[in-house]
């Protein structure tokens, strides 16, 4: 099944650093979703964007709605140990409830 | 307001039976979606359900099958058990009302074919 080109694929950061992630598409989607997945547990919900160029804030996290429909980009500002975990973009379009996912970034931070 | 239960959260089958995964959506939320999620081929879009109605269906074979009850609770089944069916089988609900996108997820049932 199609899955979207996400990176970096897996990031070692150390606490208190910035982290920046991108996921792209070869089709438009109408919306863009970012998920945060931990072990045994499913994605949970942390950004939606719903327009070209939008850029949405939820904390220390902001990400953005490529002019081209086609990108995604995420960014954690002055991470913490909470923030690790499995980093998921997905793609979605009007009319339809379909998810396509990114291929994941696993985040981890070095003691 | 409660989030989306899955039940039960680990299963254990032998190939060639059959399961079935049960959904509780959120209250008010009418859209059901089930995804698989393998190491391999990461976060797949089964089917999904609107209104005890098969809305979409992805690219599974006819194996997958699932149905929605009119309070929205949804079940998906899987007959005839294949070991590549081991898996993360994860539900999410969303309102589906006009734009908004905004699925939420389940825990997930953690099936193990043997």
């Known amino acids: 099944g199609q899955q979207l080109n996400q990176s970096p694929q897996s990031m070692f950061i150390q606490e208190g650093e910035d982290v920046s992630m991108n996921c792209t598409s070869s089709?438009?989607?109408?919306?863009w979703l970012w998920y945060k997945q931990e072990p045994g547990e499913g994605p949970v919900l942390l950004i939606a964007l719903y327009k070209a160029g939008e850029l949405t804030s939820n904390g220390r996290l902001t990400a953005q709605f490529g002019i081209t429909r086609k990108d995604s980009f995420l960014n954690i500002s002055a991470s913490i140990p909470s923030d690790v975990g499995i980093y998921f973009c997905a793609g979605r379009n009007f009319g339809n409830e379909k998810l396509t996912f990114g291929t994941g970034t696993r985040l981890t931070i070095i003691p | 307001k409660a989030g989306v239960t899955q039940t039960p959260r680990y299963l254990i089958k032998t190939r060639g039976q059959q399961v079935t995964l049960s959904c509780s959506p959120i209250s008010g939320h009418r859209s059901v979606s089930w995804y698989q999620q393998t190491p391999g081929q990461g976060l797949q879009f089964l089917f999904e359900?609107?209104?005890?109605?098969?809305?979409n269906k992805g690219n599974f074979p006819g194996r997958f099958s699932g149905r929605q009850f009119s309070n929205s609770r949804s079940e998906m089944n899987v007959s005839t058990l294949e070991l590549g069916d081991s898996a993360l089988y994860l539900c999410?609900?969303?309102?589906?009302?006009?734009?908004?996108?905004?699925?939420?997820f389940g825990p997930g049932t953690r099936l193990t074919v043997t």
């Open positions: 089709s438009i989607f109408n919306t």
């Open positions: 359900y609107f209104s005890e109605t098969q809305r």
């Open positions: 999410a609900s969303s309102r589906s009302s006009g734009r908004t996108g905004e699925q939420y």
